[in-house]
Nanobody, 118 residues
Framework: QVQLVESGGGLVQPGGSLRLSCAASGFSFSTAAMTWARQAPGKGLEWVSTISRLGSTVYANSINGRFTLSRDNAKKTVSLQMNSMKSEDTALYYC????????????RGQGTQVTVSS
């Protein structure tokens, strides 16, 4: 069955970095656009970034060049490198199958918690 397993979350200080990874299985990964979304405490699900099957990326305006999304089709993984992190990046981060127009309806993993705090 389709499975997405996120990892790499944790506690980081403002200005610090984290790298999230998502291991995918059970579907044709190389033909799928993949998205990262997040949900901050008390807020709705927010789109963060999408990578196409060919590797082109788009990011939410709030990211402002701080994050980099990549994929490895051979390993069936997507990774989100997060730099210059801010307290407002604190959220549960989800890996989702889908592009920036349909990710809301996509299958997602259980999420990995990211907390930015001093």
């Amino acid at each position: 069955q389709v499975q997405l397993v996120e990892s790499g979350g944790g506690l980081v200080q403002p200005g610090g970095s984290l790298r999230l990874s998502c291991a995918a299985s059970g579907f044709s990964f190389s033909t799928a656009a993949m998205t990262w979304a997040r949900q901050a405490p008390g807020k709705g699900l927010e789109w963060v970034s999408t990578i196409s099957r060919l590797g082109s990326t788009v990011y939410a305006n709030s990211i402002n060049g701080r994050f980099t999304l990549s994929r490895d089709n051979a390993k069936k993984t997507v990774s989100l490198q997060m730099n210059s992190m801010k307290s407002e990046d604190t959220a549960l981060y989800y890996c989702v199958i889908g592009d920036s127009s349909n990710w809301v309806r996509g299958t997602r993993g259980q999420g990995t918690q990211v907390t930015v705090s001093s």
